[in-house]
């Protein structure tokens, strides 16, 4: 497999480039071609750190020169709707960064052209592969589950745009759940004396299965974290992620029963790039590409967290899922 990669900013140098080194050293067939960068010296920096064979600045050049198998698009919110409709016209095979456009509009685009195209894609919403909630999924398959709590806290995150980094909350919350949104409620509590856009944020909302879900999201909060729980019939399970190496890690599942203490399921340190689910995600993109499977979560399956997630950029205040895309 021929792999291109477009933006190497620090997402990459730190969580995804990692990856690619390590899936190439257990595929030695896996040819990391060449990286991409506005910033040329940056992408340098990418090639002579990981091992890409060439560096670019200009990604069109790049995909006519490489003429790749597999693409992966890390570039910014607003940049990329652009550039993944550039790969798709392509019809390259792409793994885009969350999340897929800014708004769920440029999502619907690119959910458009990748069926017209018929090119697989998947949407790198990581949090479905960190071990921990990986296995949640697992433990909580066959029951039927009631709720799905998740946390998301961060320190000093002042960002206008937190929606997309509580489009993770969104998603990980859908992939406990395994079920779409239907209803959502939203509340904002404004801080402007932190920022503009700053807030905490709770969503509070009904699934298509009939379970109910409760999120809460905290950017100036005192600590870096996020913490789940799936509630069934006589069963909770309690996942403590090892968000970004922080205070859970290595992460741990508590496992209750029929009110007895908890079965413990602890997890290995690792790099973080592994325990946060980079490398399994870009794992299951090349192993799919390579068997020609379609890869998971395709765009137009990421449709209903992206309406759910620009709620927030709108400050709307309920989420109606009426049975278009998502």
Request: include cysteine; glycine fraction near 8%; aromatic fraction near 8%.
């Amino acid at each position: 497999m021929k792999f291109c990669l477009i933006g190497c900013g620090g997402i990459v140098s730190g969580m995804h480039a990692p990856a690619y080194r390590l899936y190439r050293e257990k595929h030695p067939d896996f040819e990391m071609a060449a990286c991409c960068d506005l910033d040329k010296a940056r992408a340098e920096d990418l090639q002579a750190g990981f091992g890409f064979a060439r560096a670019y600045n200009d990604y069109h050049e790049m995909l006519a020169a490489e003429k790749p198998d597999a693409v992966a698009v890390i570039v910014s919110e607003s940049a990329a709707a652009q550039v993944g409709m550039d790969v798709l016209r392509a019809r390259i095979p792409m793994l885009i960064e969350k999340p897929p456009g800014r708004f769920s509009h440029e999502t619907a685009l690119l959910a458009a052209a990748a069926a017209a195209g018929h090119v697989p894609c998947q949407v790198a919403f990581n949090r479905r592969y960190m071990p921990v909630l990986a296995v949640m999924r697992e433990m909580a398959a066959g029951e039927e589950i009631q709720q799905v709590s998740y946390e998301l806290v961060r320190c000093e995150r002042r960002d206008r745009h937190f929606s997309d980094t509580a489009v993770h909350a969104i998603d990980a919350a859908r992939f406990l759940a395994n079920a779409d949104y239907r209803r959502v409620r939203l509340a904002y509590q404004e801080m402007p004396q932190y920022g503009e856009g700053v807030c905490n944020m709770s969503l509070d909302g009904e699934m298509t299965s009939g379970a109910r879900v409760e999120i809460r999201i905290c950017p100036m909060s005192g600590a870096s974290l996020e913490r789940a729980a799936v509630h069934a019939h006589n069963r909770l399970l309690l996942g403590f992620t090892p968000a970004w190496g922080g205070i859970d890690s290595p992460g741990r599942i508590e496992d209750f029963r029929g009110g007895a203490a908890p079965v413990i399921h602890a997890f290995k340190s690792s790099e973080v790039f592994e325990s946060n689910g980079f490398y399994a995600e870009n794992e299951a993109f090349f192993d799919a590409i390579a068997a020609g499977r379609a890869p998971s979560p395709d765009i137009a399956s990421a449709m209903n967290v992206m309406r759910v997630k620009e709620c927030i950029d709108r400050r709307q205040t309920e989420f109606v899922n009426d049975g278009g895309m998502g």
